[in-house]
C-alpha cells in the first residue's frame, strides 16, 4: 500500500484529533489510566513499556521511524525500541565474511537521538528456516566446531562492540526450542558446532563477556494457550532453562514473547480459565531459578474472533487484560514491548489471515493510527499492577 500524501494528512489530522481529545485515550474512572502515555503508565510500575519498528525511507508507508505518523506514536508512547527485522542475520550478514548494517545504523540512530533505550533482537535466530541462504549451504570444513564458533563469536563481538551500552537487553538466542518435540533444533550450526548446547552456551557467554552491561535473554513463543504443542514446547524451554542453571551459562532472563492468539471463538473468561493454572505454574517454575521475564513481543492474533469490529475490539482488549494482569502480577516481569503500535504494519495480517481477509486488530492503534480499546487495556493494566519495587 503506498502512502499517499493526502491520506497522510487525515491520518495525522485523526490521530492529532485523538491525542487531543480527553477521553479518548482512557478507559472509564480512576485507575484506568486516562490521559496518561503508556510509557508513563509502565514507569509507575517499575517498568519500561516500547514496541518494535521497522526500517523505512521518508514517504514510505511503514511502521518506521520515517513515517511521521508512526514515529509520533512511538515517541509519545514508548521508552524502548526494538528492530522488528534489521538485526537479525538474514539482514546483517550478506555472506560469511562482510557484515552491513546500514539500516540498523539508521534504526539507532533516531533511537539514541531521541532518548529511546534499545534491545537487541537478536544475535542468532535458531530455526534454520530463517538463515541467510548462504548459510544454509555453508560449508564448516574439516573442523567444524572451530569453524563455528569463529563465526558465531566473530558475530557477537561485532554486534555488541559496534553498538555498546546503546543496547542494554539482548535475545541472544531465539526460538531454540522445537515445539513439537521439545528438543533443540537440529541445524547446520548446531551439527557444526556439536549439538545445540554448546552453540547457545558459546552465544550466552561471549554475549556477557563481550556486553557486560545487557540483560541477556533467552527468547521463545511458547504461549499461554493451552494446546499439545503448547505443553511440549513448554517442557522444553523449561528443560533448557533448567540446564542453563547447571551449567553456570549467564542468562539473565526469559523472553516470552507473548503473540496471544484468540484462535477460538469461545468466551474470553473461558479462554483465560483454561490457560491461568498452568501458564501460572510455568512462569512460577521460571523465576524460581532465579530467571527475570521480558514480554518481548506482545500483540494478539484475532483470527477466530467476531467481524463486527466493536465486538471483536472488546474481546481482544478484554484477552490482552487478562494475560497482562495476569505477567504484571510478576515483579520479576521488567520491559513489556508490543510488536508493533499499528495495525496497519503488523505481521499479523498476512500470518494466518481471517476468514473474511479483514486486517487483523492486534496492536493498540488502528489503521487509521487511532487509538483502540486495547490501548486501554494496556493503560489499565499498567495503571492497576502493583509497583515491583514495591
Ligand atoms: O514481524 C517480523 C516479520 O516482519 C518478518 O517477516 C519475520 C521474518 O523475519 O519475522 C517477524 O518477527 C518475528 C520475530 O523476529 C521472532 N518472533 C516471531 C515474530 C513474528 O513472526
Known sequence: MKFSRREGVASFLALAATACAPGTLGGAGAGSGQGETLKDLAARSGRRFGSEL???????????????????????????????????????????????????????????????????????????????????????????????????????????????PRIGSYDVVNEAVEPETGALRDTVMTRAMGGGEPMLDLMFHTARSEAPHAQLVYNDYMSWERGTEDETHIAGVLKLLEGFRKRGTPVDALGIQSHIRLLKDAPVAEIVRESEGPWRRFLDAVVAMGYDLVITEFDVNDREAPDDIAIRDRMVADYARAYLDIMLGYEQLGDVLAWGMVDRYSWLTGFDPRADKSIKRGTPYDAQFRAKPLREAIAAAFATASSRHG
Open 54 to 164: 521497522a526500517f523505512g525511507r521518508p514517504g514510505e508507508d511503514r511502521g518506521s521511524f520515517a513515517n511521521p505518523l508512526y514515529a509520533e506514536i512511538l515517541e509519545r508512547e514508548c521508552e524502548v525500541l526494538v528492530p522488528e527485522n534489521e538485526l537479525k542475520w538474514a539482514w546483517t550478514r550478506p555472506s560469511a565474511s562482510t557484515f552491513d548494517f546500514r539500516q540498523f545504523d539508521a534504526m539507532g540512530d533516531y533511537a539514541t537521538a531521541k532518548g529511546f533505550a534499545l534491545r537487541g533482537h537478536t544475535l542468532f535466530w535458531a530455526p534454520e528456516k530463517w538463515f541467510p541462504q548462504w548459510l544454509v549451504a555453508h560449508d564448516f570444513g574439516a573442523q567444524p566446531i572451530k569453524a563455528a564458533e569463529t563465526m558465531l563469536t566473530e558475530h557477537v563481538r561485532t554486534v555488541c562492540r559496534r553498538y555498546g
